[in-house]
């Protein structure tokens, strides 16, 4: 995705509440980062809430088929130690994901910086990460599935 444009962060947060990104009014920013914000969304019929993740992006036509077969990837990740990925699409060129809204954070959130984890608790960590992998004959999809599921926001990737 070399020709994407990135946004000024400026230019997004405070915009993007009251939004609506298919069928997620955006309601509250949960979390942000470099390369995405992650925000509470509501659905606009249902009485459902989700994380979705908007990336700091403008994509063109090829650049939004390769998230599309990004996304289609990720969304077939079934693990407890993932937050599933169930909705995608890209809207006036932004790219967002459509993810489990998890209420109680996530590990970053459980396990603060500075804190010692116990090496009880970062192996049981580190035994889940495989099984959180799609199978591949291909070890660059392999390496693209796990770059793509740390992108995508699971809760425990390498």
Known sequence: MESQTLFRKDETMADRIGQQLGNYRLV????QGGYAEVYLG????FDMQAA???LHAHLSGKEAEHFQQE???????RHSATVRVFDFDVQDGTPFLVMDYAPHGSLRRR????????LSQIVSYVKQAP???PMSRS????????RTCCWAGTRRCS
Not at 42 to 45: E, K, L
Not at 71 to 77: D, N, P, Q, R, Y
Not at 111 to 118: A, D, F, L, N
């Open 52 to 54: 979705v993740k908007v």
């Open 131 to 133: 099984y959180t992998m």
């Open 42 to 45: 509501q659905h606009v019929r």
């Open 28 to 31: 509250s920013l949960l979390g």
């Open 111 to 118: 396990h603060p910086q500075g804190e010692v984890v116990p």
């Open 71 to 77: 996304a289609e990837t990720i969304a077939k990740l």
């Open 139 to 146: 070890s660059s999809t392999a390496m693209s599935s796990r």
